[in-house]
Each structure stands twice: as C-alpha cells, then as structure tokens.
C-alpha cells in the first residue's frame, strides 16, 4: 500500500471503532449509526481509497466538483449525498445526480428538486437543514418554522422526507456539544408525533461525533478524520 491508501485505512477503522465505542457506551448498536465520509475538496483517488476499505456513502458540498468525480468514478457502488448550500441553478444536477440530500432549507428548493427528479430514479431522499442555534449567519430552518415545511414536503412524490440535519456552532465542551443534538432529536420526536414518518438524524461531524451518537444520530458526517485536514 501506498502511504496515503494507508493512512486513510487506518484513519476510517479508527472511526468506525470511535462511532462503535461512542454507541455501545449510550446501550445502541455500532450498525445504528451509519459514517458518511465527507470528501469535499479532496481527489477522487482517495475517494476510491476509502471505498476500497469498505465505505460506499461520501459527502460532497460543491455541485461540479462531486460532479467531476462522479464521472471518474462511474461504475464503483457509491452512494452519493449533497451536503452543501443549494442554489436553485444546481438543483437539477443534485436532482440527478445524488442520492440523499441534506441540506434543504426553502421550499421553492424542494419543489425544484422534485420536478426535476429524472423519472424511473427512486425518490430522492430529503433532510431539512435546521439551525438549532438560531444564529442568524447560519443554514438552516429554523425550529418554529420546520412543521409546515415538513409536510409540505412530505406532499412532494418524487422526494422522500427522510429527517433531520444540523450543523451547530463550533464548541469545544463534550456536555455542551449535546444540547443542540438533542434539540434536533426532540424536533424529530415532535414531528413524528405530529403524523410524519422520520427515521434520520444527520449530525455530527469529526469534533463533535461522540455527542452525537450520545444523542441519537443515524448518520454521522465526518471529514477531516478520514480525509485529513482540507
Ligand atoms: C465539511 C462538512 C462536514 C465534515 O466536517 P469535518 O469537520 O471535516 O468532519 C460535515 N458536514 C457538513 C455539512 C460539512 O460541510
């Protein structure tokens, strides 16, 4: 092996067995929760890397750049999620081209993402971006407003309303990181009690995955952890 293939190795068993430790400690199995390899800005070849070491779900934030790489790596079994903010001149390719999306926040967003679903494709699998903290420089819905959002998307055909996603403000404190893991959980509960049908919590990423998990996350999103810094 090469250094890079082995230090990506290395890195992602090192984060499956954090993600496995962190869920057995809060009495949940290792396969609840699932690792999105987060590979913005990185080359394609340690895309293919990681997923020779098993992984199959990589994040992208950039339209053309995951586009590239798509096209590089045709044929190998990837599952692909748009993360990243969402201009309505990309839907159509994040229509097309990607299995999940995060980060959907408008629904003048999600109308277009469902018109623009190719048909014969499944349904595109939706989160909505909330912002927990309500900072008002941060993506993101915020709490009060994800009820009606909610169903208005759960309406639309060629999407699939899967959960929630958040991406708090940075905090160095493992108590603290939870409180905003658990609001999002809590949301999800109130939305699932209100006749919608969620089983997502996208949260977490390299420095706060342990509370995460602590806090219910199905997928947790990590980069810099597999990847190295960007
Ligand atoms: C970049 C990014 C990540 C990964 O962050 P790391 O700190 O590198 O693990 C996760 N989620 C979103 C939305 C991102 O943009």
Redesign the pocket.
């Given at each position: 092996m090469n250094p890079d293939d082995d230090h990506i190795a290395s890195a992602l068993d090192a984060v499956r067995e954090q993600i496995a430790t962190a869920a057995r400690r809060c009495g949940r199995q290792a396969g609840d929760v699932s690792l999105l390899a987060?590979s913005?800005t990185k080359p394609a070849a340690a895309i293919r890397i990681a997923h020779r070491h098993g992984q199959r779900c990589f994040?992208e934030?950039y339209v053309q750049e995951a586009l590239a790489k798509q096209q590089e790596l045709a044929g190998l079994d990837i599952e692909w999620h748009f993360?990243?903010p969402i201009q309505s001149n990309k839907t159509r390719d994040i229509a097309a081209h990607f299995d999940w999306v995060h980060s959907v926040e408008r629904g003048k967003i999600a109308t277009r993402l469902n018109a623009q679903r190719p048909v014969g494709m499944p349904p595109l699998n939706v989160l909505l971006q909330i912002n927990v903290s309500g900072e008002s420089t941060k993506s993101g819905v915020a709490p009060a407003d994800a009820r009606a959002l909610a169903h208005e998307i759960a309406l639309l055909p060629s999407l699939r309303l899967r959960g929630l996603m958040t991406?708090p403000a940075p905090c160095d404190d493992p108590v603290a990181q939870r409180e905003p893991f658990r609001q999002l959980r809590e949301l999800m509960a109130d939305l699932n009690a209100d006749g919608l049908v969620l089983d997502t919590l996208s949260m977490g990423?390299?420095?706060d995955l342990d509370a995460a998990v602590a806090e219910g996350a199905t997928i947790v999103?990590?980069?810099?952890?597999i990847f190295g810094v960007r």
């Open positions: 987060v913005k994040g934030s993360i990243g991406v990423m390299t420095h999103r990590v980069g810099t952890a």
